[in-house]
């Protein structure tokens, strides 16, 4: 196990922001993080897990230890008369997951297709996408307890998932290194073709109903909207779409009649965020080195040389220009670091 010094960490966020590490270190191995542990530049410095860098923007130069995951390996652990259990380590590409699984006929994950990042990072913020969260397959987790290097084991109860969050996001945060996850999926599909865009896709190839055609549906759906990090730097979705009371929603309509919501089961509305920041003229528009994307606005861009502080300052005044025009505020999803 090497601990390298002032590491350049363009190439390992999404954003493709330059910012350097303190220290930095790669982990194939369980051993090398319990090693990793007991050294004074882990026990003396302040530490960030690093999976495939699409969920995070650097504003500065981080003045820790960056810990890059990279243990690796897929396996099914059991079955029963309806589940495939599959144990992945944290390491392993999330998409990669979604092919193997769809390769072997396990399903539940196929609207999950083509999501960047590492699937250590998926519990983090209970990825979702077209209809499915990752709780929704979640068995458990191991995580190694940073204090003492113990494995503990986290149910789905136990992850408190929520909407694009979970514990390891609000009370437990810095405190673990997930380690691996095991899903639950289905031996029967239940499909889920909920969102008009997939059905719209379907019909169009007339191609049959099976996990391999939603799959292919949500790749060709995500990448015509959504820039490829390889071109345009970018992490997904800047903010979490805002859920508000009804009679706000309401209020809103009386004036913009096209406003874009979803009914809660719990009486609120969630609003497209994408639409709220294109109504207040921000889609498509240049600020410097960054903007927000052409076809989708809650996508915010590096166009080339932005600065983490450039898109941290663009997201500030989105937020403002949100809450003048709409009164409602929009947090971030991305984690700022
Ligand atoms: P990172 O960015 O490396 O890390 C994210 C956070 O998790 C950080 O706080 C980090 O410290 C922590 N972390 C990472 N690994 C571990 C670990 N092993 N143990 C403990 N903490 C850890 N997200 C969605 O939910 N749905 C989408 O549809 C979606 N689409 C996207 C599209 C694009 C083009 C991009 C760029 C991003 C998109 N995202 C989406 C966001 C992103 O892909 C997910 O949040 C993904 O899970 C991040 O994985 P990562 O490995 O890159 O995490
Ligand atoms: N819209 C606009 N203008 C825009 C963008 C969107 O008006 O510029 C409106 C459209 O009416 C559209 C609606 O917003 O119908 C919803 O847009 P879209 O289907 O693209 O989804 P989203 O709400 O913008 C969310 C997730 C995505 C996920 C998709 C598909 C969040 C914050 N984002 O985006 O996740 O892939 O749904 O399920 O919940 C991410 O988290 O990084 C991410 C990309």
């Not at 003396?44 to 969920?55: A, F, V, Y």
């Not at 243990?71 to 259990?85: L, P, S």
Request: hydrophobic share 35%; net charge neutral; proline share 3%.
């Amino acid at each position: 196990m090497n601990i390298a010094r002032n590491t350049p960490l363009k190439e390992l966020n999404t954003f493709g922001i330059h910012a350097n590490a303190k220290y930095f270190c790669e982990i194939s191995q369980l051993e090398e993080l319990k090693s990793l542990i007991q050294t004074d530049e882990f026990k003396t410095n302040e530490r960030l897990i690093l999976g495939g860098g699409s969920n995070i923007l650097f504003t500065k130069d981080f003045n820790g230890i960056v810990i890059k995951n990279n243990i690796k390996g897929i396996e099914k652990i059991k079955e029963d008369q309806e589940h495939f259990y599959i144990k992945a380590y944290a390491g392993e590409v999330w998409h990669e997951v979604v092919l193997y699984c769809i390769k072997n006929n396990y399903a539940g994950i196929e609207n999950l297709s083509l999501i960047p990042g590492n699937i250590g990072a998926a519990p983090m913020q209970n990825i979702g996408a077209y209809g499915v969260e990752l709780k929704d397959v979640f068995k458990s987790l191991e995580a190694v307890n940073l204090e003492n290097g113990n494995i503990e084991t986290f149910t789905n109860e136990g992850c408190q998932f929520g909407y694009r969050t979970s514990v390891f996001k609000n009370e437990l945060k810095g405190q673990y290194f997930i380690y691996s996850v095991t899903l639950r999926l289905n031996k029967t599909p239940k499909f889920n073709t909920s969102y008009g865009a997939i059905q719209d896709v379907l019909k169009e190839q007339n191609t049959p109903l099976s996990i391999k055609t939603i799959s292919d549906a949500v790749i060709k759906i995500r990448s015509s909207k959504l820039p490829n990090p390889k071109n345009i730097g970018n992490a997904g979705s800047f903010f979490k779409n805002p859920t508000i009371p009804q009679t706000q929603f309401e209020n809103l309509k009386k004036d913009y009649s096209n406003i874009v919501g979803y009914p809660l089961e719990d009486g609120n509305m969630k609003v497209a965020a994408g639409w709220l920041i294109e109504q207040c003229g921000w889609k498509g528009k240049i600020v410097g080195n960054t903007g927000a994307h052409k076809d989708q606005a809650l996508v915010l861009v590096n166009y080339g040389n932005a600065s983490g502080l450039e898109i941290e300052q663009l997201a500030y005044e989105i937020q403002n220009s949100v809450d003048k025009k709409f009164g409602i505020e929009i947090t971030p999803e991305v984690n700022i670091i």
